[in-house]
């Protein structure tokens, strides 16, 4: 049995050494700290997935602006009694929103026929601006000259908007995009 003043020299020599030990991170240490953050944010990046939230943000933006267009054709006629000129009557055809899309033969809204002549409404946004304001444009392919947005009216009166570029939010996904388009 070892008395108290060699337990106590004892305690005295390696208390030092093993205090020296613990301060601060070794090198290895600091490396794999380091190793399992990057790993930890490389799982969050891919459990987020950002490519299918902007594609979910863009279709949501596109349910934002056909509504916004179709309240302001509910203005319109509210105020006028009558729909903004040159939107057709045609069941089996779309019209597109914009200025100047382009050949008829050429411009596609899938989903959608166009009518061979007249398949752009060029003035609807001066018709809609008092409100509307600026006629939106789809987020990833619209513009000034082509929204990508389309118009119809039906036989009962009944106005059709939607929203020609609506994107799947899983690219792998071989379904049909999401329709967007509201009747009023």
């Known amino acids: 049995m070892r008395d108290r003043r060699t337990t106590l020299s004892y305690a005295s020599r390696t208390l030092p050494r093993l205090m020296i030990n613990r301060y601060g991170f070794s090198l290895i240490r600091l490396i794999v700290l380091i190793a399992c953050i990057a790993i930890a944010a490389v799982m969050i990046f891919i459990a987020l997935n950002p490519a299918r939230r902007i594609r979910a943000n863009r279709n949501a933006r596109r349910t934002a602006d056909v509504t916004a267009i179709l309240q302001a054709t509910q203005a319109y006629v509210s105020e006028n009694a009558t729909l903004p000129p040159d939107i057709d009557t045609d069941v089996g055809s779309v019209q597109l929103i ?87």
């Not at 050429?106 to 008092?130: F, V």
């Not at 009166?157 to 329709?179: F, M, N, Q, Y």
């Open 98 to 184: 914009g200025r100047n899309p382009g050949d008829c033969a050429t411009i596609r809204c899938p989903g959608h026929a166009l009518p061979a002549e007249h398949c752009a409404i060029p003035d609807l946004d001066a018709s809609l601006q008092p409100y509307l304001g600026n006629m939106p444009a789809d987020p990833k392919s619209g513009s000034e000259s082509d929204t990508r947005y389309f118009i119809n009216q039906d036989a009962n009166h009944a106005v059709t908007v939607g929203a020609c570029d609506a994107e799947t939010e899983d690219l792998s996904d071989t379904t049909a995009p999401p329709i967007i388009e509201m009747t009023q």
